[in-house]
């Protein structure tokens, strides 16, 4: 804490945590318990150990700590149920109404009708969900949830094919690779691993981003949900023109070909390609008329890939938010193998790529306990588990149990806008929502009051980052440790994360076993060992960090571990967790589920739900995309207005796709389908290829009085539908018709 008599310092402490896809260091001017201005990384920036370098969100942070929107005393709802009418209260009241209500729920229903959603609004070791989790852990057990938003269909893929997850290399090896395709892959955005982009060129998307712009070679725009074919056709080349490295699949692969199938007789990735079973030849001409990418251009990336080696090709997150997302996961996965990229200085595995040799990030490190119910549901379909969660069984991704005894009855939110404006579908989701029948109970946890706490039963005001003591690591690629200092005092009667849960703990006599006595500064300092003991020896003590002020402790990279190097080496005496010890290009797993259509056991193109292709481009003839802006971090950051201003929100359209409906730059645009609508302003550019638009995700939901968004929220246009086999995320599949909006407001 600072002394309010003390002069000004400059304070290094971690960005607050909101899941960016990176960690970054700020440098905070402190005066009088008021933090006046914020700077970023100034060590020294070297490969081994570069900068951490925060970007606009970051250094624009003191427009949200200090804006007058600030959730500042805890509220009890007094209206309808998502007016937003809501009354002061006092701790003692609120605190005592969280206990009781989670009591009461517990009691009537048992413990799986107790639900924290997924949600990443705080990410750091002593606040966000985690700390709530622990508590409910530590009361018996809640519904648990497994997956995420963000990689849902990668997360489960990615092992199909290499049997793990840590299938990276660490970024410092990128700078042995002579080709590089980003592949819907955006860092210079959405962040993946701080200064990702700085190490880094082919980019493969529909929009022309600031990766593109400032990144790439080349830019190469393809149809979205489409990749699967163009990747095929890349194949198709590789093996037409023996570039295939067929050493390298006959040593280390399963089922490229008819000579190594587990399951005899079962079409190859090889018969798939060459069409020996449906008749159709994967070729260039093909993917051409499914991609919109020129044939020639497919032909010729596939043979830069396959010959300018060692080679990366990095799967962004976004194609696979997509109604088949799998598919593309394990498609990159394959042509890296195919290519013999797997496990060499220089090369790249694909798939989710957490860092050899260790995974990277330590994610959880506060002990949240064994969650003593076992029952877990995707985090994709708790919508479902609060509709039918009494009848929902394995076919629904319940995992732990055989199926769910009760429906989703109180929702403990922390730190997540996630039960309204992220998850799809939207006004489905505020309609199940409204109905008080169903989720009897809504306890929202956060920094503001967002959509999702317009429909709270109770709002519990959280201190921010600055306001508290915190720690976390380097996310993905994880070789930092980065201290979260406490710099001001917590705004008005704003409490930690952890603080709430622990007094909420107290009410419900678990008080003791919550804290094992620790306050924050003390659970920081305790972590502080566990990363010692599991990955850093060398780590210093807390009073040291404190004393030093470096902010963050870096252990330097001097040899890039090589993901699967040892696999490569010897694939006999290293095998990898999958059933037959190889990279698994057909999987017995997936031909086993006998569901070929949708989750089949070699990659394949599969026409979406919602497509170009299909009856309902004849209502809804264009493509939307909601990429991830620099103007947010999901949702947070939407209020701040410096962010606003440079990156304002608008729907993002091609002239071609313009001039077709009359509408022209700056003009407001409606957005619909069946599921909502959207009015926006326009911004046209040929940075886009037509047929598609982009609305950046996460604009906070703001309806009129006809209930028709007006500030962007992409999430109205959304289906709720989930990819088949990962059961994540299908929210980029979606088609909608625009036209030029006349306000009559």
Known sequence: MTDSKSPARRIRVGCPAHNCGG??????HVENDRITRLETDDRPDVVEAPQLRACARGRSYLRRQYHPDRLTHPLRRVGLRGEGRFERISWDEAL?????????????????????????????QTGGSGVARRLLNLFGGCLGIYNSYSWGATNIATPTVFGTLTTGNQRQDWLNSKYILMWGWNPAEMRDGTNSDFFVVVCIDPRHTPSVAS??????????????????????????????????????????????MPVPGAESYEDYILGRRDGVRKTPQWAEAITAVPSETIARIGREYATTKPGVLYQGYGMQRRAYGEQVVRAGCVLAAITGNVGIP??????????????????????????????QIPCFLWTEAVLRGHSMTAADGVIGAEGLTSDVKLIYCVASN??????????????????????????????????????????LPACTQ???????????????????????????????????????AQRLGIGELYTEGRDERGWVEHLLGVYRERRFPDLPSLDELLESNVGVWARAVTRPAVAFADFRADPQAHPLDTPSGKIEIFSKQLYDMERPDEIPAVPKHITEWESPFGKEAQRFPLQVIGHHTLHRVHSTHDNNDWLGEAFPQRVTMSPVDAAARGICDGDLVKVWNDRGATILPCRLTPRIMPGVIDIPQGAWWSPDKQGVDRRGSVNVLTSHRHTPLAFGSAQHTIMAQAARYEDER
């Not at 990747?231 to 089922?255: K, N, P, Q, T």
């Not at 003591?469 to 200092?485: A, H, Q, S, T």
């Open 215 to 260: 990144l790439a070679d080349e830019w190469v725009p393809i149809r979205p949900g489409t990749d699967v074919a163009m990747m095929s056709a890349m194949a198709y080349v590789m093996i037409e023109e023996g570039l295939v490295d067929r050493a390298f699949v006959r040593a280390a692969c399963v089922g490229f070909d008819e000579s190594q």
């Open 346 to 375: 220089g090369g790249w595995a694909s798939g989710l790529a957490e860092q050899a040799p260790d995974g990277g990030g330590l994610w959880n490190v506060l002990p949240q306990g064994e969650n003593p119910f076992k029952a």
């Open 466 to 504: 600055f306001e508290t003591f915190g720690v976390g690591d380097g996310w993905k690629y994880g070789d930092e440790v980065i201290l979260m200092p406490q710099l001001v005092p917590p705004l008005g009667e704003t409490k930690s994360d952890y603080r709430i849960c622990a007094e909420i």
């Open 23 to 28: 960690r970054c260091l700020l440098i905070a």
């Open 418 to 459: 996630m039960i309204v404006n992220q998850h799809a579908d939207l006004n489905r989701s505020v309609a199940i929502l409204k109905d008080e029948k169903l989720v009897e109970t809504i306890i929202v946890q956060d920094n503001f009051l967002t959509p999702s706490g317009r429909f709270a039963d109770l709002v």
């Open 96 to 124: 005592d109404f969280a206990a009781n209500e989670l009591r009461r729920v517990r009691d009537t229903y048992g413990h799986g009708a107790l639900l924290i959603p997924y949600g990443t609004g705080s990410y750091n």
